[in-house]
């Protein structure tokens, strides 16, 4: 059975952010976490370690390809990036592995605007595929006829702080443990947010608004945790 929880109040917000910080803490404390880059002018083949054009790499997938350890950091400059991502890294409970799209240029001191990561034809923009513990933050996911982000199946994953828009479903979460966060998912045209399988997603201060279908379709036994959030006007039915 399929089953949807509704709250508010800033103080579950609060515990949230502290929980979060708290493991964020844990995790740096007890490894030697490293950081990478990833710049559009830059180039595979470089190290990534720095933020330049002569040290950073060029494709968020070739970042997610490498040998990335629970703890690690990548970052990633303004830009457009027209490309499939689909990590083949685990974090771990308390040190998730970060792709954090540097929107205001204050971590590498980079020009700041937006991050977008951009579905290729027929593809997806962000694929999760059997992915723990693996966090996206700050970027502009925008799919192609495809899912603009699919996370089948995951357990700890996080997606904060982004834009979703997309040719079809926005996000399609199946058999997935998943938290997204501060996400603004419109101008899909499918359901927004599509919730499947053995899912359990936590959704905080959402706003699902302005897609063809459905803003939040949930199916079979899947469950939603909805906190200060907002499902607005949809052509079909807000959940």
């Known amino acids: 059975m399929k089953s949807i929880v509704i709250r508010c109040g800033r103080n579950s917000v609060r515990l949230l952010i502290a929980l ?13 976490a490293a950081t990478y880059y990833v710049r559009t002018d830059g180039n595979d083949s470089n190290s990534g370690t720095g933020s330049t054009t002569s040290t950073a790499w060029a494709t968020i997938q070739h970042a997610a390809n490498q040998s990335l350890s629970p703890g690690d ?9 027209t490309e499939q991502v689909t990590p083949n890294v685990d974090g771990t409970s308390g040190s998730p592995i970060r792709f954090i799209g540097d929107r205001d240029g204050t971590v590498s001191g980079w020009a700041g605007g937006e991050v977008v990561l951009q579905a290729p034809s027929g593809s997806r923009a962000l694929y999760l595929h059997s992915e723990d513990y693996v966090e996206f933050t700050g970027f502009h996911f925008i799919g192609s006829t ?11 994953i996080l997606i904060d702080s982004c834009e979703i828009t997309s040719g079809s479903t926005g996000v399609y979460c199946y058999n997935t443990d998943a938290t997204l966060v501060n996400l603004l998912i419109h101008d899909c045209a499918s359901i927004a ?7 359990t997603v936590d959704i905080w ?3 699902i608004a302005d897609n063809f279908n459905d803003g939040l379709r949930l199916a079979n036994t899947a469950t939603v945790t909805l906190t200060n959030s907002i499902i607005g006007t949809h052509r079909l039915r807000g959940i």
């Open 20 to 32: 979060a910080l708290l493991a964020f803490w844990l995790g740096g404390s007890l490894l030697s």
């Open 73 to 81: 950091v990548v970052y990633v400059k303004a830009g457009t990036y």
């Open 146 to 156: 495809s899912q603009a982000v699919l996370i089948y199946p995951g357990t700890g």
């Open 193 to 199: 947010l599509y919730c499947y399988g053995s899912s």
């Open 205 to 207: 201060n959402c706003t």
